[in-house]
């Protein structure tokens, strides 16, 4: 018997079959990278506390200034390889925005887990130990070393969806 499938962002589920919540809540921070504007990678970002979206983050340019895919990648125009001079960009990250959604709200973010559809970076790590965010779940890798360091060290957990 064939059963019958559906495809989200490359992951295919039976459709009888519910997705896990680690699934539902990294579907969702896939479908928020969609409305990013950056040029070279796409991100988004989803705070979770005791399975409640709290809020959600894409990266681009802050509200009412023009975005990447208006001016143009000022990281590109200048050779700047990702990981590397953040300052250089018009963007902010998703996780970032996701933060800063949370404090406009007043939502605190202590004990909440973080959805990236990739590995924070350096800054975005110390953001995360200092808001109290107990956990991250990624799925893809970005080239930050000290961040891994970081998150390790403050016993923030880091968990990879496959």
């Known amino acids: ?25 990294m579907d969702i921070a896939n479908l928020v990278s969609m409305r990013s504007t950056c040029l070279r990678r796409r991100v ?10 709290l ?16 001016t143009g990648c000022l990281r590109e125009k200048l050779g700047i390889p990702s990981g590397q001079r953040h300052e250089l960009c018009r963007g902010l990250h998703a996780e970032q925005n996701a933060f800063l959604q ?5 939502t605190s973010l202590k004990d909440a887990s973080l959805y990236s559809t990739i590995q924070p970076c350096i800054i975005c790590a110390k953001m995360i130990i200092n808001a109290g965010i107990k956990e991250v779940v990624i799925r893809g890798d970005y ?15 880091v968990r990879v969806l496959r």
């Open 1 to 25: 018997m064939i059963r019958k499938r559906h495809t989200i962002h490359n992951t295919q589920y039976p459709i009888h079959k519910r997705p896990t919540w680690d699934e539902y809540f």
């Open 44 to 53: 988004g970002a989803v705070l979770v506390r005791d399975k409640r979206i």
């Open 55 to 70: 809020a959600t983050g894409y990266n681009g340019a802050p509200s009412r200034i023009k975005h990447c895919d208006e």
């Open 102 to 106: 949370a404090a406009l709200h007043g």
């Open 143 to 157: 080239p930050d070393k000290m961040s891994k360091d970081f998150l390790r060290e403050a016993k923030v957990k």
